[in-house]
């Protein structure tokens, strides 16, 4: 009996590993720019879609398909930063957001009138193939997923923990005034942290094929669900958005389990509802 | 004397750093009361107890009788004080009058009347002219004056001044002092004020409270104050006095 | 009163006058088509600005106003349906409930100190877990919705709001004409002054002894109030009701479009807002549909680029740079 709510609990903990790279840029994205990305699930399905024309197109793996995804939104992220979002770091948090709310409106229905209402199924050829670790039942696909994730995780960690332009970022993000003091050039950081924070989307948007066909009316649903993982997780911080991926997974994998599938993401949104109120920061975040 | 406020063994630490170390004066009704004192003195900590913008860990507050130190900002004002702000906060997107209104609008419930009192003590203030304009195109010293005004709109019986001659010009201040002094003469309205510019103190003050690291060092009158061998080598300077 | 007709200046009353004279007398003229049109410009401006009486003025960003049209509309739809209760009394309990989440969302937002973008996403939570629970409530008729009959025999009986599309219009009218006299008449208030100044500076605000917890929960409670209102006429109106649909949060942002890009904080800015989205949608899709182009997200995309131009362009909306150009600028806020 056990063994069942071990292999949901499990499942629940890889999906939630490629919710968490997709949370993982928005965090990068917020912690950085200060910019409240709400196209931000918009994005993912935009590189499902990717994903899945790779797919039909060219037999291209999701899971290799990941890598050209992850450096065509790098691209996306660094043009949108510079071209359009960058005049509005300095204003009202509303105008940010209603200026992404409608980003996010136009994608999703372009993604509407392109590929239409219904979901594109991406049939791999392992997609049904299972690992058996004694009693119990593990996706194959999921665990591949997730271990792809956790790999663009650590390249990111090691990026900011390592590189000079990583320590230049975290810089900006710690103290802008006084990154700007020493010369840093502000604008192309920002851009560049865009781009790494879409780039992140577009790992997590190929992985996420692997979970879930892709189909327009996602983009809101996995906005709402980043979100609620980074508020969990703790806003601007990136282990705890891979953290609250994982509780938000397990929880609606439970949830759906043991109540409806339907009812997975009432959890979720209680869940937030308890954050905001008792513990804004998160689980890890730091209080601003 | 009655006190209209008195502070009694005031209070406030912030993590093992004593920023206000057991305060206490009282500030008679219709006085000009100063406190003065170098950077980190403790005048800001002391300021924000009083208006309710922090909770003293010790020491109380108390006005006209009843105590008010643990109150809201909002709770205080009603009580009847007033406050600027040392970085002045206007309402940017109104206009200077309407920004003086929304103070008056704490004592009286139509607008109208309301509108009649701010314009009132917008001549006081010396910003009739410009009461049609927006907030945020005024010069610093109108804004300083706004703040005042603003404050002043909601009839308070004591009026704390934070640093409100900081960043005027010898003219400007002189003109703040004079404005200043004539409201007490003609109200009587009792005035604490938080001041580097000893100008203005010597001008203002009837009496002064000098703080250093959070401590009171010397009460008194400017004169008496000015001439105390503690305030001089901690604040002052041999130079200042005259 | 009176005196809010004596800060409109001389050419503003003339238009207004106007422009209403207009609308009352359009049915004679207008066909079905145009009248429905009309209906929805009255429904969005009706409840863009209850939306922005809470944005515009308090300054607090809620996304998920598509709860209380929701919670209004089932309200009232579940009183006719089951107890026969007219919608007239039934407004009652739906503002009442409607009232009582608005309040509770706000007394939530603003004891906890939960602001900004964290306020929104909060608003949010709450309209999709009402979303989701009500399609597993049984008694709201599910996900497969609720309901009201077409019943001939009573068409006509207007107090029940059975009817056809004239009756509809007029009500849709009297209710932007009664939203904006209201959202007039409270800017130029005691609450309306105290709203705004602690929008623009809360803190500045309660140095001048404003209880800035009570005029947020004033303006929330209000704004949900006049939103369940919104959401009875909806009920009434389209005769159905969907979780999915009504509570969904693309309904949250569809009823702040017309007040953002009309102008947010201002009296007319959601009525001018209103009228410049919908034609303009309808429009849109007449000429793809004349096009042969099948597309079925394209008035979508249209509001998310008018959506993005305005914002980045004229964050302030449509109308107070229509009403300089036309000199129909009147005193005050």
């Not at chain 3, 305005?310 to 005050?332: K, N, Q």
């Amino acid at each position: 009996m056990w063994s069942i709510y071990l292999s949901v609990t499990i499942q629940g903990v890889l999906t939630g590993l490629v919710y968490g790279l997709m949370a993982l840029g928005l965090s990068v994205i917020f912690g950085v720019v200060r910019v409240v990305n709400f196209a931000h699930g918009e994005f993912a399905v935009v590189a499902m879609y990717a994903t899945y024309v790779l797919f039909t197109a060219f037999r291209l793996d999701p899971l290799l398909a990941l890598v050209p995804v992850a450096a065509l939104f790098f691209l996306v992220g660094y043009a949108l930063q510079t071209a359009l979002i960058n005049p509005f770091v300095g204003r009202p948090e509303h105008e940010q957001f209603i200026l992404l709310v409608g980003v996010g409106i136009i994608i999703v229905n372009v993604l509407l009138i392109g590929f239409g209402p219904d979901a594109r199924p991406v049939n791999l050829s392992y997609g049904f193939d299972s690992y058996e670790i004694g009693p119990l039942l593990v996706d194959k696909p999921r665990v591949l997923a997730a271990a792809a994730a956790i790999a663009v995780a650590a390249a990111l960690f090691w990026f900011f923990r390592h590189t000079r332009t990583g320590a230049a970022i975290r810089a900006c993000a710690d103290n802008l005034v006084g990154a700007g003091v020493i010369g840093l050039n502000i604008k192309r950081l920002y851009a560049l942290t865009f781009g790494l924070g879409l780039a992140c989307v577009g790992a997590a948007g190929a992985l996420l094929v692997t979970i879930a066909d892709p189909a327009p009316a996602l983009g809101p649903a996995y906005t709402l669900l980043a979100f609620v993982i980074v508020i969990i997780g703790g806003m601007g911080s990136m282990a705890g958005a891979l953290v609250g991926g994982v509780l938000i997974g397990v929880s609606e994998a439970l949830a759906g389990f043991l109540f409806a599938p339907s009812m997975k993401s009432m959890f979720s949104f209680a869940l937030l509802i308890a954050v905001l109120v008792l513990r804004p920061q998160g689980l890890m975040g730091q209080r601003t | 004397m009655t006190a209209l406020l008195s502070a009694a063994n005031l209070s406030k630490r912030f993590r093992g750093l004593v920023a206000v170390d057991r305060v206490t004066f009282e500030v008679a009704a219709g006085e000009i009361f100063a406190v003065i004192g170098p950077n980190g003195a403790g005048k800001t900590t002391l300021f924000a107890m009083l208006a309710g913008a922090l909770v003293p860990d010790d020491g109380t507050v108390t006005f006209t009788g009843a105590r008010i130190d643990g109150l809201t900002p909002d709770a205080v004002c009603r009580r009847g004080i007033g406050r600027t702000f040392q970085i002045v906060r206007p309402f940017p997107g109104l206009s200077v009058e309407d920004n003086v209104l929304v103070g008056a609008l704490l004592r009286r419930t139509d607008t109208r009347s309301a509108r009649t009192h701010a314009r009132a003590v917008l001549e006081a203030l010396d910003l009739a002219d410009k009461r049609a304009a927006l907030a945020s195109s005024l010069t610093l010293p109108d804004r300083k004056r706004l703040e005042v005004a603003r404050a002043l709109a909601t009839d308070p019986k004591l009026l704390l001044l934070d640093e409100v001659m900081a960043g005027l010009r010898p003219t400007e201040t002189d003109r703040m002092v004079a404005i200043l002094k004539q409201l007490n003469r003609d109200t009587g309205i009792t005035i604490l004020l938080i001041e580097h510019v000893m100008r203005a103190v010597m001008a203002l003050a009837g009496r002064v409270l000098v703080l250093h690291h959070g401590a009171a060092i010397a009460q008194g009158t400017p004169e008496t104050v000015v001439r105390d061998p503690a305030v001089i080598a901690s604040y002052l300077g041999a130079e200042a006095v005259g | 009163m009176s005196d809010l007709w004596r800060s409109v200046n001389a050419r503003g009353r003339i238009v207004l006058a106007l422009v209403l004279a207009v609308l009352l007398a359009l049915p004679l003229v207008a066909d079905r088509y145009v009248l429905s049109v009309l209906t929805l410009i009255f429904y969005f401006a009706y409840v863009g600005q209850a939306w922005n009486l809470m944005m515009g003025y308090a300054g607090q960003l809620s996304l998920g106003h598509a709860l209380y049209v929701g919670l209004g509309g089932y309200v009232a739809a579940l009183l006719w349906l089951d107890f026969g209760i007219g919608p007239w009394l039934g407004v009652f309990a739906a503002v009442a409930v409607a009232a009582g989440f608005g309040a509770a969302i706000g007394w939530l937002g603003f004891r906890f100190g939960i602001a900004g973008v964290y306020f929104a996403l909060l608003t949010i939570a709450f309209a999709e877990f009402t979303r989701i629970g009500f399609d597993h409530l049984g008694v709201t008729g599910g996900a497969a919705g609720l309901f009201l009959p077409f019943e001939e025999k009573r068409m006509g009986e207007w107090w029940n709001l059975r009817g056809g599309q004239l009756l509809f219009y007029y009500l849709a009218l009297a209710l932007a004409a009664g939203a904006v006299l209201l959202v007039a008449l409270i800017a130029r208030s005691r609450l309306g002054y105290r709203l705004i100044a602690v929008r623009e500076d809360e803190t500045a605000a309660r140095a001048l002894g404003i209880d800035a917890f009570a005029v947020k929960m004033a303006a929330v409670v209000i704004s949900s109030a006049m939103t369940a209102v919104g959401g009875v006429f909806y009920a009434f109106y389209y005769n159905n009701l969907f979780p999915s649909q009504v509570f969904e949060i693309s309904r949250s942002i569809e009823l702040i479009l017309a007040p953002i890009v009309g102008g947010l904080g201002t009296v007319f800015g959601p009525v001018i807002g209103a009228f410049v989205l919908t034609p303009l949608g309808e429009v849109l899709i007449a000429v793809t549909a004349r096009l042969g182009i099948d597309a079925p997200g394209v008035k979508a995309v249209f509001y998310g680029v008018i959506l993005i131009v305005i914002i980045y362009a004229m964050p302030t909306g449509v109308w107070p740079r229509l009403a300089g150009w036309f000199g129909l600028r009147s005193r005050s806020p």
